[in-house]
């Protein structure tokens, strides 16, 4: 405002300032023999118009300067109102969430007070484990406390979490009984609702007089083989039990993450202990056969991160198994508890001399590399040498067979793209159309050649019709079926029709015996849960 009213003055001050100068100007004049009077007057008009546009502007900046401040008002109004709105939300949401942790509260120490009192009456009913029975706690009221005491931690983002947890009381016993083995078994047998399970384990283990021996005890048949990791790999029970180990050990770092003076120094020493007697067995692993899938070295860094042993190991042996867990979701989570964020473009190059450009680009994405690791460049490159090394045979001397397994890695290639480009939303950059009209056009390929071989398939010769004089006639059969069979001899008669599994109409002259229809077709059986080397495979059990 100070400078505004100097400003002010200022200009107010001019009318003075050119009668001054009128003044001098006039003395000068005086001083002359030639008069000066038109060019006096062409100055004062241009100092008058200079005054006049002097006091528009001045006139026009007063004016944005007052509507300035009253925008600036109006805005600091409506801030403060918003504040007011947010905060009040706020209040009302902290006031929700507390109602719901007392309901949940409420409903843990209910529903433990009337398995107690169930137990009491009938204590039968807390041993029928083999029968598949819930058992309650029984004489444990320390446990039953602990659990209950512990119950003020449950997550906030559950809004039905007395509801999941009362759907596995049997967590809380085992748990608090320490039983490692029981624990493992139990998540086996609910291993089809393994998501409902695991949302309550964390839950569980605070029951636990010491969650984390808890989950060091469940490690311990984790090498229980003597023999390969090949066998390893073709024995369901052990990966299952693999898996389980690994989520323990993450539901144990939820606990850590709301809870504290859960890893004392000898838990330390123990997990330490486990770590270097699992760290020489990962020497014989083989990066390319486990496919960034490998469950032994993600137990290992796991193992590190939960209990906070990665000190005492190399972080360039930390980084060298990077490459063996590439696949697994949990990983850039475990690079950043292991501290090896910095070190991920080395584990990048890694992946790309290997040939596995979509675990490249997963990762540069989860830490903000692309700009050194150009996505698209890294999918296109991938189909390249996806048809590379899927075409090492000249198109006249290709096969059938070969000519098949070119398709089907290129197929798997597109679709990984695919996939990949949609994950990271990168369609713009990389459009879809052509992969996927590729795709297509393998597709059809494929079902194409596998009709053409099913319809070349050799078929069995008919049998000689040297027997028609002495095979009996078949004259009671329902229409006349002829029913298809092998038959390796024709000295015998043909089988009557209930001991041959399918029927078949066959034409209505009784003048031949039954055997001397149509040709013999053989059915291949149906393709069930086997693989091609003959190892039958199961429903997944991924955690």
Request: glycine share 0%.
């Given at each position: 405002m100070e400078d505004t009213q100097s400003v002010?003055?200022?200009?107010?001050?001019t009318t003075s300032k050119i009668q001054q100068l009128q003044k001098a100007f006039a003395e000068l004049e005086s001083h002359r023999a030639l008069t000066l009077n038109l060019k006096w007057k062409q100055l004062e008009e241009h100092f008058h118009g200079l005054e006049k546009s002097l006091k528009r502007r001045f006139t026009e900046l007063e004016d944005q300067e007052k509507e300035y401040e009253t925008k600036t008002t109006k805005a600091w109004e409506m801030l403060e109102k918003r504040e007011a709105v947010v905060v009040a939300k706020e209040h009302a949401s902290l006031e929700r969430l507390q109602e719901k942790r007392d309901s949940a509260v409420s409903a843990i120490a209910n529903a433990i007070q009337k398995h107690r009192k169930v137990s009491a009456v009938e204590p039968a009913a807390a041993t029928s484990e083999d029968q598949g029975g819930v058992p309650f706690v029984e004489e444990k009221p320390p446990d039953a406390m602990v659990a209950e005491s512990n119950s003020d931690d449950v997550k906030k983002s559950s809004e039905n979490e007395n509801?999941?947890?009362?759907?596995?009381?049997?967590?809380?016993?085992?748990?608090?009984?320490?039983?490692?083995e029981g624990l493992h078994k139990f998540i086996s047998d609910n291993r089809k609702n393994l998501a409902a399970v695991r949302e309550e384990i964390p839950i569980a283990l605070k029951a636990a007089t010491d969650p984390a021996s808890l989950v060091l005890d469940s490690l311990n048949g984790f090498y229980c083989m003597e023999g390969s990791n090949l066998d390893a790999k073709k024995d369901a029970n052990l990966l299952g039990l693999r898996?389980?180990?690994?989520?323990?050990?993450?539901?144990?770092?939820?606990?850590?993450?709301?809870?504290?003076?859960?890893?004392?120094?000898?838990?330390?020493?123990?997990?330490?202990?486990?770590?270097?007697e699992w760290k020489?067995?990962?020497?014989?692993?083989?990066?390319?056969?486990?496919n960034g899938n490998s469950l032994e070295a993600h137990a290992f860094l796991q193992l590190l991160a939960t209990f906070g042993v990665d000190s005492d190991f190399e972080q360039e042996d930390l980084q060298k198994l990077i490459p063996m867990v590439s696949r697994r979701r949990q990983t850039a989570d475990l690079c950043r508890s292991l501290g090896l964020s910095e070190k991920m473009p080395g584990v990048i190059n890694v992946l790309l001399n290997n040939g596995r450009q979509i675990d490249a680009v997963n990762l540069a994405f989860e830490f903000e590399l692309t700009g050194q690791f150009s996505p698209v460049s890294l999918l296109k490159s991938y189909l390249i040498e996806a048809k590379k090394v899927s075409s090492p045979f000249k198109s006249g001397n290709t096969s059938p067979s070969a000519q098949n397994e070119v398709n089907e890695r290129e197929l798997t290639a597109l679709k990984a793209v695919i996939k990949c480009i949609e994950d990271h939303k990168l369609e713009e950059q990389y459009p879809l159309d052509p992969l996927q009209k590729r795709v297509l056009l393998l597709e059809k390929a494929k079902a194409d050649k596998k009709r053409a071989t099913e319809v070349a398939k050799p078929q069995p010769k008919r049998p000689r019709a040297s027997g028609i004089g002495r095979a009996p006639r078949v004259t009671n059969v329902v229409a006349d079926k002829n029913f298809y069979a092998r038959v390796t001899d024709n000295r015998y008669p043909p089988q009557y029709m209930y001991d041959r599994p399918y029927a078949y109409p066959a034409p209505t002259d009784n003048q031949f015996p039954s055997h001397l229809g149509s040709a013999a077709y053989t059915v291949s059986p149906a393709h069930g849960n086997f693989f091609g080397n003959g190892f039958q495979y199961q429903a997944p059990y991924l955690h």
């Open positions: 002010a003055t200022l200009i107010e001050s509801v999941e947890v009362m759907s596995y009381p049997q967590l809380l016993k085992l748990c608090a009984d320490m039983d490692s898996r389980t180990c690994i989520m323990l050990m993450e539901c144990l770092s939820t606990l850590l993450s709301s809870a504290s003076n859960i890893i004392t120094e000898n838990i330390k020493v123990r997990a330490r202990d486990i770590a270097e020489p067995k990962l020497d014989d692993l083989d990066v390319d056969a486990n």
